[in-house]
């Protein structure tokens, strides 16, 4: 019997679980953790309900946990004792734009997603520690911003397997246009969070090889960047489910993560029997792809490098907008201070409308 626990009950949550109902032809347990009893009810019901459609042996169980510090989420961790944890919550929602709009998610819009970077390692430090506490031998894997979030963690000691989604999505997006060519051979893209939409800078575009060849990325992403957000999570969801079975199975996967053991961005990994690998075209070294990711990061408003979170772009601009509490680079041990600053502001601006942003400040 293989255990997942997935932390989380929001959209992502959600989709993932209701893919491994769909996927799962071994004997799973999902335990799904979540604030709100009804809706982590709804879910594992739904889940149970597909299973059974399906004929696919998982098991769904719902925990409430009303409150997810460190020392709440190792005692769900220590009960489970999964093979792998998938954490799907953040304190930023990326719905937030089109459920609440306001003064600050129009500041989060131009600044670029990159400025949220404190938030979403909120819940994933958290998460991660929980693992590393009270069940170390458990791969965890970070769904919130991993491309940036992972390295964090990893700078602050904690260890992390992987993100799921963004890189993944994306050469799945190029696969599936690929299968209209018989003569395509194997696929290995690096792309970072930014390429889910095209770069404002086209020499910023994700690299593409396939048979061991440069392509051009363009052609192969166009069509998955006009998908709206909310239809992307249904490749999202099924990739991350797909994901977790690959991880912990015994046959060696090739395929595309983002963050993994807490690389900046995306790349071509194998997985399997509990061990991720880098699977870089020929003639690219581990420090090309990383130097790559990094000034993609750039391009994404924040970077990681070794200890040091540096905001960059319009974040760079508008952050001393804001006031002096929320410096432009700090090290990750000043994260949870800077996070309480930006955190006083975004209570600030959620309370003006985006238009009273726009005129205020720029
Ligand atoms: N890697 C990818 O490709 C990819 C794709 C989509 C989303 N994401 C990321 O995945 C994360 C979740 O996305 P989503 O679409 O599921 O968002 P969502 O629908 O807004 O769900 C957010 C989740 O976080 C929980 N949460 C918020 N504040 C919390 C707190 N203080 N303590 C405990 N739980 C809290 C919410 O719980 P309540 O419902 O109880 O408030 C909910 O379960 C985000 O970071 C998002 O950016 C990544």
Redesign the pocket.
């Given at each position: 019997m293989t255990d997942f626990l997935v932390?989380?009950?929001?959209?992502?949550?959600?989709v993932v679980c209701y893919s491994l109902a769909a996927v799962a032809t071994r004997p799973i347990r999902v335990t799904v953790v979540?604030?709100?009893a009804s809706?982590v009810g709804e879910i594992g019901q739904v889940s149970r309900v597909r299973a059974a459609t399906g004929g696919n042996p998982v098991t769904f169980r719902g925990i409430t946990?009303p409150?997810?510090r460190t020392e709440d989420l190792a005692s769900v961790v220590a009960e489970v004792v999964p093979d792998a944890v998938l954490?799907?919550?953040?304190?930023?929602?990326?719905?937030?734009g089109t459920a609440r709009p306001s003064a600050w998610t129009e500041f989060t819009r131009r600044a670029g997603f990159g400025v949220?970077l404190p938030?979403?390692v909120?819940?994933a430090e958290a998460a991660a520690r929980a693992v590393a506490e009270a069940a170390p031998d458990s791969l965890f894997l970070?769904?919130?911003?991993?491309?940036a979030v992972n390295p964090v963690l990893s700078a602050l000691g904690i260890p992390v397997f992987a993100?799921?989604?963004?890189v993944?999505?994306l050469a799945a997006a190029a696969r599936a246009r690929l299968a209209e060519d018989a003569e395509a051979g194997e696929l290995a893209m690096l792309a970072h969070?930014l390429h889910?939409h095209a770069p404002a800078n086209p020499d910023h575009e994700a690299v593409v090889y396939v048979a061991g060849k440069r392509v051009p990325a363009v052609p192969l992403l166009e069509a998955q960047r006009r998908v709206r957000?909310q239809e992307?999570?249904q490749v999202?969801g099924l990739?991350?489910a797909r994901t977790l079975f690959d991880v912990v199975g015994d046959a060696t996967v090739h395929t595309h993560l983002?963050g993994p053991m807490g690389r900046p961005g995306g790349y071509p990994v194998t997985v399997g029997s509990r061990r991720i690998a880098l699977r870089l075209p020929a003639g690219v070294t581990e420090d090309d792809a990383v130097a790559a990711n990094q000034v993609w990061a750039e391009q994404d408003s924040v970077s990681v490098e070794r200890d040091r979170i540096r905001f960059t772009g319009a974040a760079a601009t508008m952050l001393p907008e804001l006031g002096p509490d929320v410096p432009v680079e700090f090290p990750v041990r000043d994260l949870a201070e800077v996070r309480a600053a930006l955190s006083r502001h975004r209570e600030l601006l959620r309370g003006r409308g985006p238009d009273d942003f726009r005129t205020r400040v720029v």
């Open positions: 932390l989380g009950s929001g959209s992502l949550a959600r979540g604030r709100d809706v946990l409150t997810w954490l799907c919550a953040s304190t930023q929602s990326p719905w937030e949220t938030f979403h909120e819940l970070n769904a919130a911003f991993p491309d993100g799921i989604g963004n993944a999505v969070h889910l957000r992307a999570n999202t990739s991350a983002p």
